[in-house]
C-alpha cells in the first residue's frame, strides 16, 4: 500500500476516533421539571418545595434513570399545581410530570399521542380519583351518577375532576388545597370530596381523630393516566429527545425495571 495512502487512513481513523470521544464527552442536556410540591405516595413523596433525598418517589427515579441512558441531566422543582401548569404553558419548564389527559391542556403543552389519543403504553403513572363522604351522610355514587346531592362537592382547584364533576352537572366548591376541602366537609359545608386515593388517604391517615368521621365510597369516579408532558417550545426544539424519553418511559415500564422501583415504595401507603 503507498505510503500516502497509510497516512490518509490513520488520519481518517484519528478523525473517527476523535468524534467518537467527543461524543462520548459531550456534556448531557439540562431538562428541568416541575411537579406539585403535595406528596402523590408512591410516585412523589414528601410535601413542600424540597425533593427527598431518599425515596422521593417512583415517578422521580423512573425520570432519574434515564439520566445515563439520553445523556441528560434532569432538575426538578416543586410548585402548587396551578403554578406548574402556568411554567408549562409560558415555557418557564421543560415538562411536567404526573399530568392526566385533558384536552385543553393540549393548548399549553405535548402529551405522547398515538392515533389522536394520548399513547397510554407512555404513561408515567395510573391514579383514581374518589367520592369521601361523612359516615351518616346519604350521599351515593354507583360509578355512573350521584345521588342525594344537595351541596357542592369539594375538589382541589386546577384538578382535572373539577371539570369532570362539572360535565356531570355537580355543583363543585374549588379548594386551595385538599386538606382545606375536607375541613370544610366535616363543617357540613358539602356533601363530598372528590381527590385522588392516594393524597387523600394520606391526609385521612395522618388526621385520624380530626377525619374519623369520613369514609371513602367505591368504585371510584375516574381512573386516569398520568404523563410526562412537555412544553410546546422543548417539543418544537429537541423532539427526539422528548420522543426518545416517552419511548425510554414505556420500555422501562415493559421490561420489568418499573417494578424493581416500585418494591422499593411496597409498605408506602397507596
Known amino acids: 500500500m503507498p505510503k500516502g495512502a497509510i497516512l ?13 470521544h467527543s461524543i462520548a464527552l459531550a456534556d448531557p442536556l439540562p431538562i428541568l421539571f416541575v411537579y406539585e410540591e403535595k406528596s402523590n405516595p408512591p410516585y412523589s413523596n414528601g410535601d413542600g418545595q424540597t425533593v427527598p433525598a431518599e425515596k422521593p418517589g417512583i415517578n422521580i427515579e423512573v425520570l432519574k434513570g434515564l439520566e445515563k441512558k ?9 410548585y402548587n399545581w396551578k403554578r406548574c401548569l402556568k411554567m408549562l404553558e409560558s415555557n418557564e419548564t421543560d415538562g411536567i410530570i404526573e399530568a392526566s389527559f385533558k384536552p385543553d391542556r393540549m393548548s399549553i403543552g405535548v402529551y405522547p ?9 407512555k404513561r408515567l403513572m395510573s391514579n383514581s380519583y374518589a367520592l369521601y363522604k361523612m359516615k351518616n351522610s346519604p350521599v351515593q355514587w354507583d360509578g355512573k351518577q350521584f345521588s342525594y346531592l344537595t351541596k357542592p362537592i369539594g375538589a382541589a382547584a386546577a384538578y382535572s375532576i373539577v371539570g ?25 359545608r358539602l356533601d363530598g370530596v372528590a381527590d385522588l386515593e392516594t393524597m387523600a388517604d394520606l391526609i385521612l391517615k395522618g388526621n385520624p381523630e380530626e377525619f374519623k368521621d369520613v369514609v371513602k365510597v367505591s368504585p371510584p369516579i375516574r381512573t386516569k393516566e398520568y404523563y410526562l408532558m412537555f412544553s410546546h417550545r422543548f417539543a418544537e426544539k429537541l423532539p427526539k429527545v422528548m420522543t426518545d424519553i416517552w419511548n425510554e418511559l414505556q420500555r422501562v415500564r ?15 401507603p397507596k
Do not use: C
Open 8 to 20: 490518509n487512513r490513520n488520519v481518517i481513523i484519528f478523525l473517527i476516533f476523535i468524534g467518537f
Open 70 to 78: 439520553l445523556n441528560v441531566k434532569i432538575r426538578f422543582e416543586r
Open 113 to 121: 399521542m398515538k392515533n389522536g389519543e394520548p399513547d397510554a403504553a
Open 164 to 188: 369532570d364533576l362539572k360535565e356531570m352537572g355537580v355543583n363543585v366548591m374549588e379548594s386551595y388545597t385538599q386538606s382545606d376541602a375536607f375541613k370544610i366537609l366535616i363543617k357540613g
Open 254 to 268: 415493559e421490561s420489568g425495571e418499573y417494578d424493581k422501583i416500585a418494591e422499593k415504595y411496597a409498605e408506602m
